[in-house]
């Protein structure tokens, strides 16, 4: 099983649509949790970080289950330059808090 | 611009070749981190440096090893290339190894192994 898990897409929305982006984690111990966007041949940007008590940046809402294990990433009114892989990213817990663990990353496509 | 810059940007060696690949982290950052990324995949931490000291490991095996200069820059190198190390290498640089530090990514190195 992978440590991290993600739809991988593509998600094909129209301009304004309301996009979703789910994620699992393996590791109980994981202690930060973020969501990076890769644009095609470039490296990872942070996008947000997530908080248990959920936080928002604009258009993107982030959520986190610790009991589930689950993360979550909302975009509202999609936007053509929203087009990019997201990649969900825990820490490695407690042994291994310094190393970055990645999902294989959902890619979304948004049309005119 | 994240201040991180990797070189070579693209690279092809042959299947047994050794490879050094190069980082400068951003100002101020001590700590440098190195993934692989292969096609379709999310990037896997091969391993850590922080203050000049391996900080942590990947799964990768040891022909994969790395240094850390007192400018804080780094280096990754690989031994005995095989098909499988094509990828997309990137280094990352943070100001701490510290689970919450942002880290700033490179563009990455792409590497072909022929």
């Known amino acids: 099983r992978k440590e991290v898990e993600q739809d991988p897409g593509p998600f094909n929305v129209p301009e304004g649509a309301t996009v979703a982006f789910n994620c699992t984690y393996s590791n109980s111990a994981s202690q930060s949790f973020f969501w990076y966007r890769q644009d095609c041949r470039k490296e990872p940007k942070l996008l947000m970080s997530v908080y248990s008590s959920g936080n928002e940046d604009g258009r993107f809402t982030a959520q986190l289950n610790r009991a589930s294990q689950y993360i979550s990433l909302l975009i509202r009114d999609s936007k053509l330059s929203d087009s990019a892989t997201y990649l969900c990213v825990v820490n490695g817990g407690r042994d291994s808090s310094y190393k970055l663990i990645f999902g294989s990353g959902t890619r979304l496509l948004v049309r005119p | 611009e994240t201040g991180v810059t990797q070189s070579p940007t693209h690279l092809i060696k042959t299947r047994g070749q050794q490879v050094t690949l190069r980082c400068s982290s951003q100002?101020?950052?001590?700590?440098v981190s190195w993934y692989q990324q292969a096609l379709g995949q999310g990037p896997q931490f091969i391993f850590q440096y922080y203050r000049e000291e391996e900080n942590g490991r990947g799964n990768f095996p040891p022909r994969f090893s790395g240094l850390q200069f007192p400018n804080y820059s780094s280096e990754l190198n690989v031994n005995a290339l095989e098909l499988d190390d094509s990828a997309l290498y990137l280094c990352a640089s943070s100001l701490a190894s510290h689970p919450n530090t942002e880290a700033f990514f490179g563009q990455g190195t792409r590497l072909t192994v022929v």
């Open positions: 100002s101020g950052h001590n700590t």
